[in-house]
């Protein structure tokens, strides 16, 4: 026997003579195909991998057969008592006269804590069994594309910690709200992302203990006019947190006031409304990805918490309506304008006028100071100038120029932004 060959076999043997549960937890950080695969190496792993609390099966972007045969053969044969984790993808190779919610069912019964379920077969939607609605162990739940969610009258997840649904279809409004409200009491995170046909008018997310809410609605509604789509999200989340939301469909958005916001994310391509933007008012950190309109109507609401504020200008006139902003939000400390994604193709006049006040947190709070990639235009200079110029406690103001610069461009822009004179004699000019 090759000395290569011994040492291989040595090695093995080591492997083999480490307690079953340790194999167990190793076995876990591989993909389950991998760990199946161990039971040729000899009788002492036959039946190590059944034991495994960790399952993931996904087909192949690229591939021609799919992962569901094998997924239901090894279902057949694994035996641990306990499943932590059940993730599935099952793509357009997927047969479709198979009943994929068997897995489902089969890890329900076995005190399941996380499923992971994302079906993309040519098939329509279909539902998952009723038993995972009454999973008394399930602490996570992601559900994805073709699933029919149909959340039956007895159900009742009272460990659900996290909820996503993304892209999947909804019987009707009243089982979604009722789930919701009542069969999910511990809820804390919730990832909403729609899509056009998805059979929801109102979404309603009224759940006393959510700390955090993602809600993406990305199509766009031309069909009718805004005011009058027919669509509707409903919010009433005292307890909320952390709030990201990037809606360009118009739908209507109602919103109670959320005294214990930190956190919160906007990107619309229309005004939101007026009752969602009060919402925010106690936030304090706060990133806006938003058009002109959207920016003006931020402006009207007293931000009075507000610590942390990302602008991300994207293709608006930005400059006058952020005055504003900096206006009604007194004890700013730190300022960020990200330009990365505005597009430089679009014919957008930035407008500026030095207004005659000063916000009072620029003489007051504002220590920090930040520009994404600035561009050297007349008026991008005249605001920098202006903030430098009033930021009485400025500690650093950071600059990166815009990548499209050349070596000898930058050197000429850092240049003259070192010349503009700066209050705050301790304050920092940083350029990266």
Known sequence: MSEAKVEERVCEDRISELPDDLIVAILSLIPTKDAVATMFMSKRWLSIWTMVPVLDYKDEKEGRNSVWSFLHKSLQYHKAPLVDTLAVLLGSQCPTDVDVGKCVANVVDRRVREIIFELVWSADPTRLPNS??????????????KILVDFPYSSCLPSLKKLELSSVVYKDDDSLRRFLS????????????????DNLKTLTVKVPSLWCLLYHNCFMNNDVEEEDNGRCLVIDTPALEEFHV?????????????????????????????KLLRSFSSVLSLELC??????????????????KLIIDPEDSDWLEPLMLLLGNAPKLRNLTVDDAYRDRYEDVLLTWNQPNYVPGCLSSTLEIFEWIEYEDGEEEEEFLTYI????????????????????????????????IPRVSTASQLLFR
């Open 290 to 307: 938003l058009n002109h309109e959207t920016l003006v109507c931020c402006s009207t609401v007293n931000f009075s918490r507000l610590v």
């Open 388 to 419: 430098l110029a009033h930021s009485k406690h400025l500690k650093t103001a950071t600059i990166s120029l815009r990548p499209s610069y050349d070596l000898q461009e930058q050197g000429l822009i850092i240049e003259e932004l070192k010349d």
């Open 246 to 274: 990037m809606d360009i469909s118009r739908d209507y958005c109602s919103t109670n006031h959320m005294p214990c916001l930190k956190g919160a994310y906007l990107s619309s391509n229309s005004c939101p409304g007026e």
């Open 132 to 145: 995972l609605y009454s999973c008394e162990s399930l602490r996570e739940l992601s559900l994805s594309h």
């Open 182 to 197: 009542i069969s999910c009491p511990t809820l804390k995170a919730l990832f909403v992302t729609r899509k056009k046909d």
